[in-house]
């Protein structure tokens, strides 16, 4: 049965719930970090309650059998990724309390001269689960070691307001998002929060009022619901102060600008917002993959391809994240073959029903035309998975500035068989004609990535990506948001009229500040299936194992999601 979701809020109670919240807000503000503990407790108590529910509800929505593989994504995405980022918020908090900081990672060099820290894996159970698999923060020009150390949980140690009053604006594709947007605001902002239900997921908010219910209870929460109306009075209310978005850029502009117009054209013109409150946001992108020419074996390749593919079908491909386009390099001899490989992988995943909205009529557009369309379909009433190739790069193709939000994946090519020359033109392309600087992969065979110069050409590219999180040879938009204690976000430094992928970072749960993108590190090939893979047979069987060992660390769900890992 397809779980309800609530009608919209009153203004009424909009107000009400405001209230609550702002009354709240200096008692939050003033809160000790082992105050913030037993409230980030109870919401990771809470979530590992209602989970299963939860997972169940999600399925439904989007169409999901509840016993195969695709159930996965809802056991992997709306559950286990929000308990993993409330759990190492417990246990920075912690460590706030008892030494006045969170944990520093080991800390490096890039070749420029930033700092770097790393950050992943977090600790001996994601060593086991990712091997071999490490993730590092890239720091800003300017920040030091010293910095490093001395700046982090900047609030609990200098807070920078009395009481503030955050309205997260929810997303609707993924069930973790706002749960994590909540917990961001909460914990490292000392923020209360009122939060605004997207109406495509309105159905998860009873699940985290069951869940969040002691957090509400203390007036730092409230939870209400409806469309664009509501969020539109909520965000003028004068008793919101700062807003966090996670959606379209055009829901961004139509609240910091107004209605598409003149007027709008002329406010950005002045630089004169219609709302002059703080806005972060986490908007989306055309997230490119990089392919590096080199001594690719068939195993690497066949394995890169479905991380590709995985990219894409991961849940149904309604991800700001997924892999949008491909750059391979021009005259590559193996592009044929991979082209193969990754339609092979895409039609390994079932088509998916087109749940979210205006999906169907954004496919439609994007294959409309084309003289190289690859389409895999399934059954009556999904949207097929769908390969657009050739695009010329040259060519101010809609591809290259318009987030397609739906399950179709392009490819171009660009450069030359030569690895440095391609990485040179590669980074260019993707910095300066794809819209959006969330996520980026690059992909390069082992002997590349060892090699004197052409590794050194690798990590240069890796520096030059304009992108909040970069993979190498991994799902790095993926790998960056479920690991949490990487800062997600569009790239720093866009400004309001131009907010692409939007401004500030969310997760962050070690509490960094001065971040100017995050790197995840991976092998050409893994021992372990990554879950998001097309042909892994056991997630569905992973998920509840997963969750069990974040939401209550279940040491006896260990064994059985090794044994699962190795059998996917």
């Not at 109870?42 to 997972?55: E, F, Q, T, W, Y």
């Not at 690895?419 to 992909?443: C, D, H, K, S, Y």
């Amino acid at each position: 049965m397809l779980a309800t979701a609530p009608a919209p809020t009153d203004p009424r109670r909009l107000d009400e719930a405001v209230a609550r919240v702002r009354e709240g807000a200096p008692r939050w503000a003033r809160a000790s970090p082992t105050e913030r503990v037993a409230i980030a407790r109870s919401m990771l108590a809470g979530l590992d309650r209602v989970a299963p529910r939860l997972v169940h509800a999600g399925c439904i929505a989007k169409g999901l059998p509840l016993d195969a593989p695709a159930s996965g994504d809802e056991w992997i995405t709306g559950a286990y990724i929000a308990l993993r980022g409330l759990r190492q918020l417990v246990a920075s908090l912690t460590a706030l309390a008892r030494t006045g900081n969170t944990p520093v990672g080991q800390l490096g060099e890039t070749a420029d001269g930033r700092v770097t820290e790393r950050v992943f894996p977090a600790n001996l159970l994601d060593a086991m689960l990712f091997l071999r698999v490490a993730a590092e923060v890239h720091y800003a020009a300017g920040v030091s070691a010293l910095d490093v150390r001395d700046r982090r949980a900047r609030f609990h140690k200098a807070p920078d307001h009395s009481g503030c009053v955050c309205l997260v604006l929810g997303a609707g594709n993924v069930n973790s998002i706002v749960t994590l947007d909540i917990a961001t605001k909460l914990f490292n902002e000392g923020k209360t929060c009122v939060v605004k239900m997207n109406p495509v997921n309105a159905y998860v908010g009873p699940f985290l009022e069951e869940a969040f219910a002691e957090a509400i209870a203390r007036g730092v929460l409230a939870i209400v619901y409806g469309g664009r109306d509501e969020g539109t009075y909520l965000a003028q209310h004068p008793g919101v102060d700062t807003i966090h978005l996670t959606g379209s850029n055009a829901t961004h502009d139509a609240i910091a600008w107004g209605p598409p117009g003149p007027e709008r054209a002329a406010r950005m013109a002045r630089n004169e917002p219609l709302l002059a409150k703080e806005i972060t946001s986490e908007l989306g992108d055309i997230s490119p993959v990089l392919v590096v020419p080199g001594p690719w074996d068939e195993r690497a390749l066949a394995f890169q391809a479905e991380s590709i593919a995985g990219m894409v079908t991961q849940n149904g491909s309604f991800n700001c994240l997924a892999a949008r386009i491909m750059i391979l390099p021009r005259g590559w001899r193996h592009r044929e073959r991979f082209l193969d490989l990754v339609e092979r992988f895409l039609r390994a995943t079932p088509p998916r029903r087109g749940w979210y909205p205006g999906a169907a009529d954004r496919l439609a557009a994007i294959a409309a035309g084309r003289p190289a369309v690859r389409a895999v379909s399934g059954a009556e009433g999904t949207l097929p998975w769908t390969l657009v190739t050739g695009l010329d790069p040259e060519s101010d193709d809609p591809a290259f500035t318009t987030e397609a939000f739906c399950p179709a994946l392009a490819e171009t090519s660009i450069g030359s068989e030569d690895p440095i020359e391609f990485l040179e033109a590669a980074v260019t392309f993707a910095n300066e004609r794809l819209w959006g600087t969330l996520a980026a992969q690059v992909l390069a065979p082992a002997r590349i990535v060892a090699d004197a110069a052409t590794g050194a050409a690798l990590r240069r590219a890796v520096r030059r990506l304009e992108y909040g999180t970069v993979g190498v040879n991994c799902f790095g938009g993926g790998y960056g948001f479920g690991f949490c204690t990487t800062p997600w976000g569009g790239f720093p430094g866009q400004p309001l009229h131009d907010v692409q992928s939007g401004r500030g970072f969310v997760h962050n749960t070690l509490m960094l500040e001065g971040v100017e993108k995050s790197v995840v590190w991976a092998p050409e090939v893994q021992l372990l299936k990554p879950v998001y893979f097309p042909t892994h047979r056991t997630v569905h069987r992973l998920g509840p194992g997963l969750v069990a060992l974040e939401g209550r660390r279940d040491w006896r769900a260990f064994p059985g999601v090794l044994s699962g890992g190795l059998r996917g």
